[in-house]
Nanobody
Framework: QVQLVESGGGLVQAGGSLRLSCAAS????????MGWYRQAPGKQRELVAT???????NYAESVKGRFTVSRDNAKNAVYLQMDSLKPEDTAVYYC???????????????WGQGTQVAVSS
């Protein structure tokens, strides 16, 4: 069975940094786009950043210039380097990946369990 496991969340003061990690495990044929989403209390889940297998990135305007998404295809992993954090970045961050599992017939959406990021002022 395929799963995404993420880590790296925590509490940090405004202006600080955190690095989130997410690794896919299980029987995997291939992974297309990977990325990060977040959900703040009382708000809808929103896209933070995505990265294609070839390295093309897409960022939410609110994090552009502060966050950097990267991936290691050999490790089936995706990362989110978060710098200059602001209180409004506080949310549960979810890893996402489009994965073609072994034995499957198509790419499917997989989600991590979520990791809490809290930024204090």
């Amino acid at each position: 069975q395929v799963q995404l496991v993420e880590s790296g969340g925590g509490l940090v003061q405004a202006g600080g940094s955190l690095r989130l990690s997410c690794a896919a495990s299980g029987s995997i044929v291939g992974i297309r786009t990977m990325g990060w989403y977040r959900q703040a209390p009382g708000k809808q889940r929103e896209l933070v950043a995505t990265i294609s297998r070839g390295g093309d990135t897409n960022y939410a305007e609110s994090v552009k210039g502060r966050f950097t998404v990267s991936r290691d295809n050999a490790k089936n992993a995706v990362y989110l380097q978060m710098d200059s954090l602001k209180p409004e970045d506080t949310a549960v961050y979810y890893c996402h990946a489009e994965i073609f599992p072994n034995g499957g017939m198509r790419f499917r959406d997989y989600w991590g369990q979520g990791t809490q990021v809290a930024v204090s002022s």
